[in-house]
């Protein structure tokens, strides 16, 4: 390595500096100069480092980003690592998938995107109700057993905070127990993607846990009403909590149709109860990224 670092402490005013400082490497005079003294290597490209590169954080900033890159870890992984434990963690279509298909071909709608479909149980069940249905889901290993359940479906891998669909694509989305796995700044872009998706008048069918929820009061508060380890399958992935202020700001471009709250046996464990926030909301014009 041709960095050394120099680390110094200055706890008293909760501060820690990091100071690294690039020495002369032995292939410092060899390659070619793209600006000033740093000289890439033509094979090794992991010598191009500055001569000094300062960083200077404070210890809460440290505490912050290691804090950040354990959720991201465990967001990546955590979903596939419930279903390579668990294979099908629910195979009947959920109660609200079921409501919906009335009110969907009531307003028309046909193409729809199931956003988080999982292992596709609801996916299926639309799919045989006649509609245009494409999943979507972060997991490949969901995705692996949806696509062996659900004949002639198209599954997509892709997060909610970016999908992979031009604009307007999709006359309706059903979004059940997915936007709840996310941290605050994640869930905003999903909502800012859903909008994208949709065609104006276009519909989405949310299901989120609810405040009321008993898991609400279980594991650690990482950011605001959201928090991991709160048991269950599923427990170590983010777990964010909506209240009915919240689920109105973050869809303040949709016009909410219907927005009911139901307090019922949750259907992984029907031992604990469930609270769940059900919206139907209608894309509204005018929203500029
Ligand atoms: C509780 S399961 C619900 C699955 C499905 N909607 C259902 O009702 O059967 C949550 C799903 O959300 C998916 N998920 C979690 N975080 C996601 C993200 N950031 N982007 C897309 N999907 C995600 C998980 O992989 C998992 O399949």
Same mark, same amino acid.
């Given at each position: 390595?041709?960095?050394?670092?120099?680390?110094?402490?200055?706890?008293?005013?909760?501060?820690?500096?990091?100071?690294?400082?690039?020495?002369?490497?032995?292939?410092?005079?060899?390659?070619?100069?793209?600006?000033?003294?740093?000289?890439?290597?033509?094979?090794?490209?992991?010598?191009?480092?500055?001569?000094?590169?300062?960083?200077?954080?404070?210890?809460?900033?440290?505490?912050?980003?290691?804090?950040?890159?354990?959720?991201?870890?465990?967001?990546?992984?955590?979903?596939?690592? $419930?279903?390579?434990? /668990?294979?099908? *963690?629910?195979? +009947? !279509? =959920?109660?609200?998938?079921?409501?919906?298909? &009335?009110?969907?071909?009531?307003?028309?709608?046909?193409?729809?995107?199931?956003?988080?479909?999982?292992?596709?149980?609801?996916?299926?069940?639309?799919?045989?109700?006649?509609?245009?249905?494409?999943?979507?889901?972060?997991?490949?290993?969901?995705?692996?057993?949806?696509?062996?359940?659900?004949?002639?479906?198209?599954?997509?891998?892709?997060?909610?905070?970016?999908?992979?669909?031009?604009?307007?694509?999709?006359?309706?989305?059903?979004?059940?127990?997915?936007?709840?796995?996310?941290?605050?700044?994640?869930?905003?872009?999903?909502?800012?993607?859903?909008?994208? $998706?949709?065609?104006? /008048?276009?519909? *989405?069918?949310? +299901? !989120? =846990?609810?405040?009321?929820?008993?898991?609400? &009061?279980?594991?650690?508060?990482?950011?605001?009403?959201?928090?991991?380890?709160?048991?269950?399958?599923?427990?170590?992935?983010?777990?964010?909590?909506?209240?009915?202020?919240?689920?109105?700001?973050?869809?303040?471009?949709?016009?909410?149709?219907?927005?009911?709250?139901?307090?019922?046996?949750?259907?992984?464990?029907?031992?604990?109860?469930?609270?769940?926030?059900?919206?139907?909301?209608?894309?509204?014009?005018?929203?500029?990224?």
């Amino acid at each position: 390595m041709y960095v050394k670092s120099n680390v110094c402490q200055n706890l008293l005013k909760g501060t820690l500096r990091f100071r690294f400082t690039a020495l002369r490497s032995p292939s410092y005079n060899k390659g070619y100069t793209v600006r000033g003294s740093a000289r890439p290597s033509p094979k090794f490209f992991f010598h191009f480092v500055p001569e000094k590169l300062r960083i200077s954080l404070t210890l809460s900033e440290i505490i912050k980003k290691l804090f950040f890159l354990k959720i991201l870890t465990m967001e990546i992984g955590g979903y596939d690592k $419930v279903y390579k434990e /668990n294979s099908e *963690i629910q195979k +009947e !279509v =959920a109660g609200s998938i079921i409501e919906s298909v &009335l009110f969907f071909r009531q307003n028309k709608i046909k193409k729809i995107l199931d956003l988080g479909c999982g292992t596709g149980r609801n996916t299926s069940y639309l799919k045989n109700g006649g509609f245009d249905v494409l999943g979507c889901d972060v997991s490949s290993e969901a995705l692996n057993i949806a696509k062996k359940n659900v004949a002639g479906v198209f599954f997509e891998q892709c997060p909610m905070s970016s999908l992979s669909f031009p604009d307007d694509l999709f006359d309706g989305v059903v979004c059940n127990h997915v936007l709840q796995h996310g941290m605050i700044n994640d869930i905003k872009k999903a909502v800012d993607e859903i909008y994208r $998706v949709l065609r104006p /008048n276009g519909v *989405i069918l949310l +299901e !989120v =846990a609810s405040t009321e929820s008993s898991k609400y &009061l279980k594991g650690t508060e990482v950011e605001t009403n959201t928090r991991i380890n709160v048991g269950g399958s599923d427990g170590h992935v983010p777990h964010h909590f909506f209240t009915k202020e919240e689920i109105q700001e973050f869809f303040k471009f949709f016009e909410i149709l219907q927005l009911s709250h139901s307090i019922h046996p949750s259907e992984l464990n029907p031992e604990i109860m469930s609270a769940t926030w059900k919206m139907y909301a209608k894309k509204q014009y005018g929203k500029n990224f």
